[in-house]
């Protein structure tokens, strides 16, 4: 079994969500020293944020250091991603270098993010990467937080273009905004009939949205070691906490449903 599968069956719905963190270090050795702390910490993935690192237009250093990286991970799956600037990210690329960044060096990791909504062939890449890797398909708005009718509308779209995942982050303004996204995301866990998304609210006020994934259906969430890649990632150890504290379970209630 490769660690592709293992990723898929780790993030397939068991009513408990999955931590992931990211790692945002601009040197190998940085990198390496993080992948350590996530494999001793409460994570189950840690995410290689590529777009910090300062030799991401290096191919063979960037496999080199996936390499470094899965040798300290062990069991725990590795997310790849290049988080462009248009979507909040440390740096941008064209699409060709996207594409053959993802395609090259992102089939050696086990998961791998793509913007769904940039511009490119998309979907041709998508379908290379699912030979090789679970694709997280994406979209992060850090301007607002959309219609409840238009986050469903794009998480069902990043299903159709092929993506295995599909994730949503947004900005709130207020407490309606992250109400507004965990609404879509129970709508859209209904009609994708229990698949997998992953959704969050970000900031300080949209923490609610994180730590409650598995009331909204969100299969992953996202905490941090150290520095946040995203406004309202609090430490993984504290976010479990929460989730734990949380967690539904059939002897918190009475006979009659009361807890």
Known sequence: MNNAVKAQELLTWDGFPKICVPVVETTQDGITRMAEAVYKSEADIMEWRVDFYKDFHNIEAVNSTISGIRKVLKEKPLLFTFRTAWEGGAADISYNEYSALLSTAGINADLVDVEVYRQGDIKGL??????????IGSYHDFNGTPPAEEIVDRLLYMKKMGAGIPKIAVMPENKMDVARLMEASI??????KGGNIITMSMAGMGLISRAAAEFTGSVLTFGCIGTPSAPGQIEAEKLKGLMEGLHYTEEREDGHGRA
């Open 187 to 192: 709508i859209t866990k209904e009609k994708l």
């Open 126 to 135: 998508i379908k290379v990467l699912e030979k090789q890797a679970v694709v």
